[in-house]
């Protein structure tokens, strides 16, 4: 199983990001899909996770109505979309797969991804 995170990069506060996690090696539509992230220092954890049909979704407070999470089950993939970037986004972006539970990260982490560096400049 391999999860590929990109679109990470480096970006003036104010701006927009989109990442990106392709899955293979793995039945995609059957697992809820999440973002994590883990600042410098601090723990890894859940901004952003969607069902396995698209049709519900859970973010953390630090990123509601900033960020949207999709995912196109044709193309094995799940975005976020972050909008307003501050510079405490600034992190390692982590892609997961969860094969039971809920969007809200209920039946824990079965695969994750590599990750993507996300940094926000003031």
């Known amino acids: 199983v391999q999860l590929q995170a990109s679109g990470g990069g480096l970006v003036q506060a104010g701006g927009t990001l989109r990442l990106s996690c392709e899955a293979s090696g793995l039945t995609f539509r059957i697992y809820y899909m999440g973002w994590f992230r883990q600042a410098p220092g601090k723990e890894r954890v859940l901004v952003a996770g969607?069902?396995?049909?698209?049709?519900?979704?859970y973010y953390s407070d630090s990123v509601k109505g900033r960020a949207t999470i999709s995912r196109d089950n044709t193309k094995n993939t799940v975005y976020l979309q972050m909008n307003k970037l501050k510079p405490d986004d600034t992190a390692v972006y982590y892609c997961?797969?969860?094969?039971?539970?809920?969007?809200?990260?209920?039946?824990?982490?079965?695969?994750w991804g590599k990750g993507t560096q996300v940094t926000v400049s003031s």
């Open positions: 997961a797969a969860s094969r039971y539970g809920t969007e809200r990260w209920t039946g824990g982490t079965d695969y």
């Open positions: 969607i069902s396995r049909g698209g049709n519900r979704t």
